[in-house]
């Protein structure tokens, strides 16, 4: 069991110190911004907690004081719940508001620090085992956990409640983001507050809890702490990330489209503006010329496609309608194709106008239907 606790508090830690890593990187260009020293200060308790936590888990005594980490891991850990909550604020609002909010909340801070520290020796807090803190009957020991979980389950409630009017009201893509992912990290915290006060109000009535339920909550623990992490360095990532995510789309798409346009190319080589490469440095002007040639192409087949042509037979009666239609579109162009070659124009011809069955009015739209045209054309070569 400890085992576990332990590396929670390990995966925790070290998640916080990438997320403190990360951000002060940035420290050359951003120190000078209140909500990126806040951020740091934020960050710095965060990895002084877990740090504890770990502390906590190797033995009774720190620097010569028994149950000191634990104690420190609960007072940091209260300072860095003040601290998400002020640079909550510094995210989403301004002026005397956010100013008055703020000192609201390290004011709070401060007292629940004092109160717990004084709870903490009151109730020989140094010389207990450690297990006591785990959930304890007598009364002092008893206040002074439940004070202390409730100092992690209300700040989790605001942060919850406030991220997503504060998400509707930015401009920020990557803000909004971040503020979603530190909702669902609060959220993971409030069920680990939760899991713990049901633990340590257990152990107190003198019931047995299983095992399952104290891995729960470190697991929990390290989840909302990773979401939180992930939150704080995300406005600056965030960014990246989309346009990583957006290329690596586009690069699938103009990967997915090469069967069907090669063909085409074969069959009408003046589509193609220049000669192909295989250079992806300008992958959004690639991508669209190669759906403007595939077009193209596709227009050069019409005197050849059937109209009849579309295998209702076989996987196609059981798709969508689509994909269906996708792969209605491949069989005719494969079908054109080979008419092309042979110099036979079917009877029931399409015409050489516009496409009067699929033509979407936007870029994003007209790869994806090209990606499942180009797919369905894909299966059916490989099928003969």
């Known amino acids: ?30 120190w000078k911004d209140s909500s990126y020293r806040t951020l740091i200060t934020t960050l710095v308790f965060q990895c002084l907690t877990f740090t504890m936590g770990a502390v906590a888990m190797r033995g009774e005594s720190f620097l010569g ?31 005397e508001e956010a100013a008055r909010k703020t000192r609201f909340w390290v004011v709070t801070g401060i007292t629940l620090d004092v109160v717990l520290t004084a709870l903490f020796f009151l109730a020989d807090g140094p010389r207990r085992c450690p297990s006591d803190f785990d959930g304890s009957g007598e009364p002092l020991l008893l206040t002074y956990l439940l004070a202390f979980i409730a100092s992690q ?8 409640r406030q991220c997503g ?27 680990y507050s939760l899991v713990r006060v049901v633990n340590v109000l ?5 019931t047995e809890i299983g095992t399952w339920k104290e891995a729960a909550a ?25 346009r990583l995510v957006e290329w690596t789309r586009a690069y699938r798409s103009y990967r997915a489209l090469y069967p069907l346009w090669r063909d085409l190319y074969e069959s009408s080589p003046g589509i193609a503006l220049e000669p192909p490469g295989t250079s992806v440095s300008d ?35 059981e798709m969508t ?51 499942k045209v180009g797919a369905a054309y894909s299966k059916l070569r490989r099928a003969g």
Not at 218 to 242: D, E, Q
């Open 153 to 160: 389950a209300v700040p989790c409630v605001t942060v919850f």
């Open 218 to 242: 470190s697991v929990l623990n390290a989840l909302g702490i990773i979401a939180i992490s992930l939150s704080f360095t995300m406005p600056s990532w965030g960014p990246a990330a989309v």
């Open 165 to 191: 009017p504060y998400a509707r009201m930015t401009d920020s893509a990557s803000l909004r983001q971040a503020l979603r992912m530190l909702s669902v990290g609060a959220m993971i915290l409030l069920l």
């Open 65 to 95: 004081v028994g149950n000191l980490a634990i104690l420190l891991m609960h007072l940091a850990a209260v300072a860095f719940c003040v601290s998400a909550q002020v640079i909550l604020l510094c995210w989403a609002a301004d002026g």
């Open 1 to 30: 069991m400890n085992t576990i606790r332990t590396l929670c508090f390990v995966i925790a830690a070290l998640s916080s110190y990438a997320a403190l890593v990360y951000r002060l990187c940035q420290g050359r260009r951003s």
């Open 202 to 206: 257990t152990i107190a009535a003198g």
């Open 283 to 317: 992958l959004d002007y690639r991508l669209h010329r190669r759906v403007v040639e595939i077009r193209d192409g596709w227009r050069d087949l019409r005197p050849y496609i059937e109209r009849t042509t579309g295998g209702a037979g076989g996987p196609v009666r």
């Open 321 to 371: 309608d689509e994909y269906r239609q996708a792969f209605i579109e491949a069989a005719q162009i494969k079908q054109a194709l080979h008419a092309k070659r042979t110099g036979t124009i079917p009877r029931d011809n399409k015409d050489d106008g516009d496409f009067d069955d699929r033509d979407t009015d936007n870029f994003t739209a007209e790869v994806a239907w090209l990606t």
